[in-house]
């Protein structure tokens, strides 16, 4: 007898026996005694094959394809595995990605837990480099140049997915624990010994051998060690499928999150670093020998330049421009352009620096630009190449979140502002006539200090702008503050060449001829922005003086006490030599600007443009007066036939 007539049980196989299908002919051909086949029980046929070398073995179960080695013998290869109690999942459920996917990374996965906990550490195992979760905003996926946030939340749930779908490759490198695998190989050296015994014996005799008992029960204890092994494998499959419920998906990135969150402020935080499509610009500074100062002085000079890098997902970096950069590409027909249309050298180097220093996170000059003209004289034209050129870099807002006597909820949200975050230059254009500056928000979103704002739905985030402002129209949005702090930061250009009729031609014809020039206005938007980091900004006094007018026509009051209000002297003891009611100035203002076809202000704003500009008041019982002035030229007001003539009031003393 040998020792395929063991009847000794042999834990998760024999219940396995009845469901098995042997190949006898292909089997045959390496049994040892091929005539006592027809007399083998089925638990002796199961056992003969662990004993044969190469058998072909077919379970009518589907299964996964394995190379587990069976219970008893470590290393015979069977080909599929099940019962009627714990089927795996169809071979046809396999994730079509499995050759891609490193078998380091399925066996460290196959050892986290079976919760959402260890879920959401295979998401990370699979695809952590590929997912980033920005805190009040959501999911952001990297797209091989930059970090994504349009559809980020929906690529992280599908990627959640395919993490489930992989739970069923762990059973395939799930391992025995060490005392499961001590337990199988003492069971092959045991089955090796009860073979000599049974040599040396006879089959009959070896079964009453104490020693090839104790070595049949280290056999047994091989097949439950090799039989839960095997359950854990079927346990993972299964887990697998219902990983893919959407309680555990939504868990799964949740437990995810806290490994991949940053802060908004993380994102594009390099403010020298500009993306491309074949890379990242870097604008670098050097330091090299100074060539004024005198020889080994040893005196240096910074001086910048740009380089290109490859993409980084540690950059953070989450817009790419729709460009390449290629070194020494010109853009003449944009050029000539930009030359026709803005004659003047000066004023057209300046817009180079302004608009290449917005290629930079830089937000030290704290001012914007206000391109204007009465139309067709191609400065839409200029912004729209810029803000193609700059992709999502640059960021388009209505010019009434800018505008308007409308006061933003401290509470409530402000999705304009909210996607400016990451911007480099933000675009407006076209305000109506007569809008008023928002001056408040203009400082807030130019002078580089955190803000508060938050989308719709969402909870407020702080982000600090690293925008620069590019504003254009045809007519001039109002500023009513005279102090420095808003008149600082405006930057004035007035684009004076008007295209004649014949010579219009619409947009996209336009840009049809500039956009295969876009490496070259690439490089010349660089070429501005080496210029801003080696020289500064340099305002012209073109500029300051387009600006210096603007802000005349802006000050009406300004204008009317240079007009009409004269200083005089105080008494030698301080008392006032002059007065003038506070009515009786804002009368004087009212009818100067009718003369001089201004909109009156209201009677409080002209009051506080006063006191701005230093004047003096105080308060009798008649009411406020201003101190130490009186009127001058002050044009007749506009009268109605029932008026009765004006009587101008005294020079020194005017009537309260």
């Known amino acids: 007898m040998t020792i395929s007539q063991h009847q000794g049980p042999i834990p998760g196989w024999d219940d396995r026996v009845e469901h098995a299908e042997l190949d006898y002919e292909a089997w045959a051909a390496h049994a040892p005694h091929p005539a006592e086949l027809e007399e083998l029980t089925p638990h002796e046929l199961i056992c003969r094959w662990v004993e044969s070398e190469e058998p072909s073995f077919h379970y009518s179960l589907t299964g996964v394809i394995d190379d587990t080695p069976h219970p008893t013998?470590?290393?015979?290869?069977?080909?599929?595995?099940?019962?009627?109690?714990?089927?795996?999942?169809?071979?046809?459920?396999?994730?079509?990605?499995?050759?891609?996917?490193?078998?380091?990374?399925?066996?460290?996965?196959?050892?986290?837990?079976?919760?959402?906990?260890?879920?959401?550490?295979?998401?990370?195992?699979?695809?952590?480099?590929?997912?980033?979760?920005?805190?009040?905003?959501?999911?952001?996926?990297?797209?091989?140049?930059?970090?994504?946030?349009?559809?980020?939340?929906?690529?992280a749930t599908r990627r959640a997915?395919?993490?489930?779908?992989?739970?069923?490759?762990?059973?395939?490198?799930?391992?025995?624990?060490?005392?499961?695998?001590?337990?199988?190989?003492?069971?092959?050296?045991?089955?090796?010994?009860?073979?000599?015994?049974?040599?040396?014996?006879?089959?009959?005799?070896?079964?009453?051998?104490?020693?090839?008992?104790?070595?049949?029960?280290?056999?047994?204890?091989?097949?439950?060690?090799?039989?839960?092994?095997?359950?854990?494998?079927?346990a993972r499959r299964k887990y697998s499928v219902s990983s893919g419920n959407a309680g555990k998906v939504r868990g799964m990135l949740e437990q995810a999150l806290p490994y991949r969150a940053v802060k908004i402020d993380a994102l594009d935080a390099d403010p020298l670093a500009f993306n491309v499509m074949n890379g990242t610009l870097r604008f670098v500074c050097d330091e090299v020998p100074d060539p004024d100062a005198p020889d080994h002085s040893g005196k240096m000079l910074k001086q910048w330049r740009v380089e290109l890098t490859k993409h980084r997902r540690g950059d953070h970096i989450t817009k790419v421009a729709p460009v390449e950069y290629i070194a020494g590409a010109s853009a003449p027909h944009f050029e000539a352009a930009i030359k026709r249309f803005l004659p003047i050298q000066p004023v057209r180097d300046f817009v180079q620096r302004f608009h290449g220093y917005g290629l930079t996170g830089m937000v030290g000059e704290q001012c914007f630009v206000f391109s204007y003209g009465t139309g067709a004289n191609w400065k839409s034209t200029f912004v729209e190449i810029v803000a193609r050129i700059m992709g999502p870099y640059c960021a388009t807002i209505n010019f009434e979140s800018l505008s308007g006597d409308h006061q933003r909820s401290g509470s409530g949200p402000s999705p304009d502002l909210a996607r400016l975050p990451g911007a480099r230059l933000v675009r407006a254009s076209e305000p109506e006539r007569g809008v008023q500056f928002k001056e408040a928000l203009i400082k807030s979103l130019t002078g580089g200090e955190p803000m508060l704002v938050r989308s719709l739905n969402k909870e407020f985030f702080e982000f600090r702008p690293t925008f620069k402002m590019v504003l254009s129209g045809n007519h001039k949005p109002e500023i009513g503050g005279v102090d420095h702090g808003i008149w600082r930061r405006v930057k004035f250009i007035p684009w004076p060449v008007t295209i004649a009729d014949h010579e219009r031609r619409p947009m996209d014809e336009v840009m049809g001829e500039i956009w295969p020039e876009r490496a070259g206005i690439l490089n010349w938007l660089i070429a501005g922005a080496l210029e801003y980091l080696n020289g500064g900004l340099r305002t012209p006094t073109e500029v300051t003086d387009a600006t210096a007018e603007y802000r005349d026509e802006m000050d009406p009051v300004g204008t009317f006490v240079g007009a009409c209000v004269h200083s005089v002297?105080?008494?030698?003891?301080?008392?006032?030599?002059?007065?003038?009611?506070?009515?009786?100035?804002?009368?004087?203002?009212?009818?100067?600007?009718?003369?001089?076809?201004?909109?009156?202000?209201?009677?409080?704003?002209?009051?506080?443009a006063m006191s701005q500009k230093g004047f003096t008041k105080d308060r009798i019982a008649a009411g406020v007066r201003y101190l130490h002035v009186k009127l001058k030229n002050v044009p007749e007001p506009a009268r109605r036939r029932t008026d009765e003539p004006h009587q101008p009031a005294g020079d020194d003393i005017a009537p309260v």
């Open 569 to 608: 002297p105080s008494k030698p003891d301080g008392e006032p030599r002059s007065v003038v009611s506070a009515r009786a100035m804002y009368d004087a203002f009212a009818s100067w600007a009718v003369a001089n076809a201004v909109r009156p202000w209201k009677e409080k704003s002209f009051a506080t």
């Open 73 to 155: 013998q470590r290393g015979a290869p069977y080909e599929r595995q099940g019962n009627a109690d714990e089927l795996d999942p169809a071979e046809d459920e396999r994730p079509e990605d499995e050759e891609e996917i490193a078998r380091e990374v399925l066996i460290a996965c196959s050892q986290e837990p079976q919760n959402d906990t260890g879920n959401g550490a295979r998401l990370l195992h699979h695809f952590g480099t590929a997912l980033l979760h920005v805190r009040n905003v959501g999911w952001y996926a990297w797209a091989g140049t930059h970090w994504e946030n349009e559809g980020g939340n929906e690529m």
């Open 161 to 234: 997915h395919r993490t489930a779908e992989r739970i069923l490759l762990e059973a395939d490198v799930m391992t025995a624990a060490p005392k499961e695998q001590a337990a199988i190989d003492a069971a092959s050296q045991a089955r090796d010994a009860m073979g000599a015994i049974e040599k040396a014996k006879g089959s009959v005799d070896a079964r009453k051998d104490q020693h090839w008992q104790m070595l049949s029960r280290v056999v047994e204890a091989g097949a439950e060690a090799q039989a839960a092994l095997k359950g854990r494998q079927i």
